[in-house]
């Protein structure tokens, strides 16, 4: 079974920037996607990127486009979310996800791996 550990979040300003780590041990075998999700309080958790281990298309949630970038190291076993130009309502708790197993890859249920979380707070 995976395990996923997430790093990087913290406080900044308006208009700041982060990086968020995210670290993968264990079985690899259904590891086609990585996702980064995230979850503000008393709202529903929601998609924020998503990468294919291999061949496709990196996915982006329309309110982060332009302002995040995800990216992966496969020789570290890692993927990485920068975020950029920051905003309040970025502010949430972000997880990483794998082992993707359904159709849409900003649906939660779609994942059964998850990690943590490591906390984003953007103050105006």
Do not use: H
């Not at 779609?110 to 103050?123: A, D, E, K, L, P």
């Amino acid at each position: 079974q995976e395990q996923l550990v997430e790093s990087g979040g913290g406080s900044v300003q308006d208009g700041g920037s982060l990086r968020l780590s995210c670290v993968a041990s264990g079985d690899p075998s259904r590891r086609i996607r990585m996702a980064w999700f995230r979850q503000a309080p008393g709202k529903e958790r929601e998609g924020v990127a998503s990468i294919p281990i291999g061949y496709g298309s990196t996915n982006y949630a329309d309110s982060v486009k332009g302002r995040f970038t995800i990216s992966l190291n496969n020789a570290k076993n890692t993927v990485y979310l920068q975020m950029n130009s920051l905003k309040p309502e970025d502010t949430a708790m972000y997880y990483c996800a794998t082992d993707f197993t359904g159709v849409g890859v900003f649906v939660p249920d779609n994942y059964v791996t998850w990690g943590r979380g490591t906390r984003v707070t953007v103050s105006s």
